[in-house]
């Protein structure tokens, strides 16, 4: 039932004709002189058109002046700016071995996860607080060496020995507390014996 509105109106043109009056289009013309008189304003347009002009060249000139005047301070001063952000990030925001690459977050994040499983995994008994205090001792050595390396990741910038040294800290942290928990199993065992052999 929709029609098209362009249809609508071809056909109502094809059905009449509009004609205009003879003199229509001088009527029109001598009217519209009456009211506003073409001479005058083509007089007052090219007049306004030179004053914009002018003030158009007067923004211009005084803008220019005042962005290269500007420029030279803000130039000084963004210099200083940069270095001292530079130096704040570095600062604030250090760099760690995740931050290099997907990959290496992996891996991070991998050894990190397991580290903290491992010590929560941990049962401490007057029995074993010796045992658990050497390995811990141990520990807190290998997260000295880890800051150092963080410290020079940052310093000097990653490259293969760095990255290489802070997996192998994480290795070798893990290790010690996958050999630390063998002990404790083994100490735990070897108490069960002694418990059960007095018992018998």
Do not use: C
């Not at 109502?12 to 073409?38: T, V």
């Not at 003030?55 to 211009?60: D, G, H, K, L, T």
């Not at 807190?140 to 060496?145: C, G, N, S, Y």
């Amino acid at each position: 039932m929709a029609q098209d509105i362009r249809e609508l109106f071809a056909k109502e043109r094809a059905q009449k004709n509009f004609i205009m009056k003879k003199g229509h289009e001088a009527r029109f013309l001598s009217k519209l002189d009456e009211e506003m008189p073409s001479q005058s304003i083509k007089k007052k347009s090219s007049s306004f058109f030179w004053v914009g002009i002018a003030a158009s060249a007067m923004i211009i000139l005084g803008l220019g002046i005042y962005f290269f005047s500007v420029q030279d301070t803000v130039d000084t001063k963004s210099n200083q700016t940069v270095v001292k952000n530079e130096e704040l990030i570095k600062e604030a925001n250090p760099i760690s071995l995740g931050d290099l690459s997907p990959d290496l977050k992996k891996i991070e994040n991998y050894y990190v996860t397991n580290i903290n499983l491992q010590l929560s995994d941990l049962e401490f008994t007057g029995d074993n607080k010796d045992v658990i205090d050497g390995y811990m001792e141990r520990l807190a050595e290998l997260d000295k060496e880890y800051q150092k390396l963080n410290v020079e990741l940052n310093e000097i910038g990653p490259n293969d020995q760095t990255i290489a040294a802070l997996v192998r800290n994480l290795q070798l942290r893990l290790q010690l507390l996958q050999k630390l928990k063998t002990k404790l199993n083994q100490l735990k065992s070897s108490k069960n014996e002694q418990e059960s052999s007095n018992i018998i």
